[in-house]
């Protein structure tokens, strides 16, 4: 497996891979690999001829007062696990090769996609993962990119920029992976104590309840959101940040819960937000 | 010669290219075709294996006051004038393939490039500029981009944002094409009248005595600009909008003229918004 960090030799690997018609796929991750991310890369494994990953904890989509410098970083894990599932190539550039001195140039997303559930608490958040998401497209130049549906409005806001940009790559959406207990793989998990990891599983204990009210043909909103708020408050650390109902492709709020709505939450547990999301 | 107006069906073409070991040359357009982009078509069909332009009146470009409108358009003509000097295809987007409902996606620049010279008085310009110019690179894929250095502050952005996103492909700019009478070519002479074409020429006669100026050992800014300032002066209809001595790669301002500084103006006459450039 090779790693390569600069940008200019990312480039030259893929173009010699698509020049032997070889298809493409791409995982980009901020390290600290988890299921989720390695059913992602098994997911291209099936699909494509080769299959690219990358590790970057990206500055630019972290807000001053966010957990930038708590992320967690294990590269040396994160590239054996990479290299056990055969990935051909790992791209691990540093902040200087992706945001040299006079970098000027923003990829920026308004509208309905970023108008609620994490945008207003993440300002400038999206813009930074756009930015980021175009750059990694741009070094490793793949024919499929899969993203982890647990973070729904990031993969909405990035299908939009593909399309938008006439981007030449395919979005592939990959299910939540969940632990037994149901809480959604992310690597933040990492970052509650043993009891605050008990406790986590609340989140989706309520979002099931939600779906299983708006199933029993209850389906007005506001009756399924009270729902998943009194599973929740049972725990009285969890302290949710947002729980709304939204169409799952252009995330606009409804208010009957229907086939293809999302309901999606995000919460502080411990310090540590955590979001999650079901389909009905 | 292919016209291809759908931006996947672009992608299809030069994929192919690009499997087939080519390199492809783009040339981006808005049409009205002088001798200045017909050099750019040259220059891609003496060094590359594959050329391609565009023929696309960006409306993101232009100003709520600002001629979109009055833009020349003769698309019948450009073809002819293309596929007399054998481009393999002309990539001729509607609008709505452009920027279809729901479209939300902007590339944003920031820093000095942005500081002086077209952008105060064309605000939004160069974002337009990138945007477009970052979808017509994702349809078309190619391996060299050639631009006109008459717009020598968009050869600037757009080398940044080529660098700052990572894509794949070389910026190559070109000399400024000139009429006889010195006259920078641009598609908006078009719209001079026979008197506002004579006068037109005052704007290099300025820059020339400018740079003579320099070379002749009086290298202080301001002398230098009044210099310009006073040829141009003489024809009266010919309003200088601004006119400025910048580092030619940086554009940041200097005070004094040395080699690899440029004089820049930009001026109206007759309601058309004529630029130009000279290097010392």
């Known amino acids: ?29 901020m390290g ?22 990358s590790i970057y904890v990206n500055p630019l989509q972290f807000g001053p007062k966010e957990d930038f410098n708590k992320y967690p970083r294990m590269l040396a894990a994160d590239l054996r696990l990479l290299s056990g599932l055969k990935v051909d190539a790992v791209y691990t550039p ?84 969940r632990e037994k207990d149901g809480l959604a793989m992310s690597s933040r998990n990492l970052r509650l104590s043993e009891k605050g990891r008990a406790l986590a599983p609340v989140l989706y204990r309520g ?27 049972r725990e009285r650390e969890v302290k949710l940040q947002y729980l709304e109902v939204v169409e799952r492709d252009s995330l606009r709020p409804v208010k009957r819960v229907g086939s293809g709505t999302m309901i999606a939450l995000a919460a502080h547990l411990e310090n540590v937000r955590l979001i999650d999301n079901i389909i009905v």
């Open 207 to 233: 979002l099931r309840a939600g779906r299983g009210q708006a199933l029993s043909g209850k389906r007005d909103a506001r009756t399924v959101l009270a729902v998943v708020r009194r599973t929740i408050s």
């Open 32 to 53: 600290a690999l988890h299921r989720g991310h390695l059913e992602l890369v098994r997911a291209s494994r099936r699909k494509d001829d080769v299959t690219l990953a």
């Open 94 to 177: 540093s902040n200087k090769e992706m945001y040299p001195e006079g970098f000027s140039t923003e990829v920026q997303v308004t509208g309905p996609l970023v108008k609620g559930l994490c945008a207003p608490f993440r300002p400038g958040h999206f813009d930074g993962v756009a930015t980021v998401v175009v750059k990694l497209l741009g070094a490793t130049l793949p024919t499929r990119l899969y993203l982890g549906q647990k973070d729904a409005q990031q993969v909405a806001v990035l299908k939009r920029v593909v399309r938008d940009l006439d981007l030449e790559v395919e979005v592939v959406a990959c299910p939540t992976v």
């Open 1 to 29: 497996m090779k790693v390569i960090s600069d940008p200019r030799k990312m480039q030259d690997f893929s173009r010699m891979s698509r020049r032997a018609g070889k298809v493409i796929g791409f995982v980009p991750t």
